[in-house]
């Protein structure tokens, strides 16, 4: 793997190698008190976000320092980005810097995909840590990685992914990791909040999240993403929260067995209950824990293992 910028290609042994990895990390660390790997010593990785996170940048600098990668962290409002400078030039600077590994979020759908243009000659790798509306790449591994732990293998499994889908890279991932893992994907949305050209994925289409919590094995929440609704929104908070949210009634009609996910930021009370966010059904810190390791995993195979880029 050279740079991991998008799950839409990505093969199932790719996908499996790096989730096989993650296990064997997250089992290697368990119970250590001091969890550092010597594996990226001498190893430069810069996190470089044009958007606002928690989850995805501090889970990207803790997986760089357990396996002893030197990470810098770049803040588009920090940096010289506020001077003006572009991505392309700001990019150079990391890879002239000497970074081995940049990680960028940008507003802009297919960022990712030219800083890899840009950098191949540095033969710097590129991770998409969120593009615009296009792909959260990582994101689906760590859900993939939990939905494993919880359910075993993901094939022929049913996964519901409920909401605002028309504006999530979450959602997106998602949908062709979990088909090429072998899962069935529903998408539960108002037809405001579904992408043009829906038809063309891997998923069936339903506006009626009563009926399809009865018979999927797990239940993906999507954040509402009212950054991106320069129309405004559509439906209404309320008329979302009745239609699409996950409450204790919704929650009483999934089989006993199924997982409630959500990638996070998350909007209780409107998205998801407090009370089924909060349940043992709900596997959304899971998510979070599983996403250090996706990431070290992910790092592993791009600087560490043979056939890594640099
Ligand atoms: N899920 C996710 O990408 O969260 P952050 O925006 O906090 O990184």
Same mark, same amino acid.
């Given at each position: 793997?050279?740079?991991?910028?998008?799950?839409?290609?990505?093969?199932?042994?790719?996908? *499996?190698?790096?989730? $096989?990895?993650?296990?064997?990390?997250? +089992?290697?660390?368990?119970?250590?008190?001091?969890?550092?790997?010597?594996?990226?010593?001498?190893?430069?990785?810069?996190?470089?976000?044009?958007?606002?996170?928690?989850?995805?940048?501090?889970?990207?600098?803790?997986?760089?320092?357990?396996?002893?990668?030197?990470?810098?962290?770049?803040?588009?409002?920090?940096?010289?980005?506020?001077?003006?400078?572009?991505?392309?030039?700001?990019?150079?600077?990391?890879?002239?810097?000497?970074?081995?590994?940049?990680?960028?979020?940008?507003?802009?759908?297919?960022?990712?995909?030219?800083?890899?243009?840009?950098?191949? #000659?540095?033969?710097?790798?590129?991770?998409?840590?969120?593009?615009?509306?296009?792909?959260?790449?990582?994101?689906?591994?760590?859900?993939?990685? *939990? @939905?494993?732990?919880?359910?075993?293998?993901?094939? $022929?499994?049913?996964?519901?992914?409920?909401?605002? !889908?028309? +504006?999530?890279?979450?959602?997106?991932?998602?949908?062709?990791?979990?088909? *090429?893992?072998?899962?069935? !994907?529903?998408?539960?949305?108002?037809?405001?909040? @579904?992408?043009?050209?829906?038809?063309?994925?891997?998923?069936?289409?339903?506006?009626?999240? $009563?009926? #399809?919590?009865?018979?999927?094995?797990?239940?993906?929440?999507?954040?509402?993403?009212?950054?991106?609704?320069?129309?405004?929104?559509?439906?209404?908070?309320?008329?979302?929260?009745?239609?699409?949210?996950?409450? #204790?009634?919704?929650?009483?009609?999934?089989?006993?067995?199924?997982? !409630?996910?959500?990638?996070?930021?998350?909007?209780?009370?409107?998205?998801?209950?407090?009370?089924?966010? $909060?349940?043992?059904?709900?596997?959304?810190?899971?998510?979070?824990?599983?996403?250090? +390791?996706?990431?070290?995993?992910?790092?592993?195979?791009?600087?560490?293992? #043979?056939?890594?880029?640099?």
């Amino acid at each position: 793997m050279k740079h991991l910028l998008a799950t839409d290609g990505l093969d199932a042994d790719t996908a *499996t190698a790096v989730l $096989d990895t993650a296990d064997e990390l997250k +089992h290697t660390l368990l119970g250590r008190e001091v969890r550092k790997l010597p594996t990226l010593r001498g190893r430069t990785v810069i996190t470089l976000f044009y958007e606002n996170s928690t989850r995805t940048r501090v889970s990207f600098e803790i997986a760089g320092k357990w396996m002893s990668a030197d990470v810098i962290n770049v803040s588009a409002s920090s940096s010289s980005v506020n001077k003006g400078e572009s991505l392309r030039d700001t990019a150079l600077t990391l890879a002239a810097a000497g970074a081995d590994c940049v990680i960028v979020r940008h507003p802009a759908s297919g960022a990712a995909h030219r800083l890899s243009g840009w950098l191949a #000659e540095a033969g710097t790798a590129v991770v998409n840590a969120g593009d615009g509306t296009h792909e959260h790449p990582t994101q689906a591994l760590l859900d993939a990685a *939990t @939905l494993r732990e919880r359910l075993g293998s993901l094939k $022929d499994r049913r996964v519901a992914i409920v909401g605002d !889908v028309l +504006h999530s890279r979450v959602a997106r991932s998602n949908i062709h990791l979990l088909s *090429t893992l072998g899962a069935e !994907v529903v998408l539960v949305a108002p037809p405001t909040l @579904l992408p043009v050209g829906v038809e063309t994925l891997p998923v069936t289409v339903s506006h009626d999240l $009563d009926a #399809e919590l009865p018979a999927v094995d797990a239940v993906m929440m999507l954040r509402v993403q009212a950054e991106r609704m320069h129309g405004g929104f559509f439906p209404s908070s309320r008329e979302y929260s009745i239609s699409y949210g996950l409450s #204790e009634r919704r929650q009483r009609l999934l089989p006993d067995h199924a997982v !409630v996910l959500h990638p996070g930021p998350m909007l209780r009370g409107m998205e998801i209950a407090s009370a089924v966010a $909060d349940s043992p059904a709900s596997a959304i810190t899971e998510q979070v824990r599983n996403g250090v +390791h996706v990431r070290m995993a992910v790092l592993y195979h791009l600087l560490a293992s #043979e056939g890594a880029a640099a």
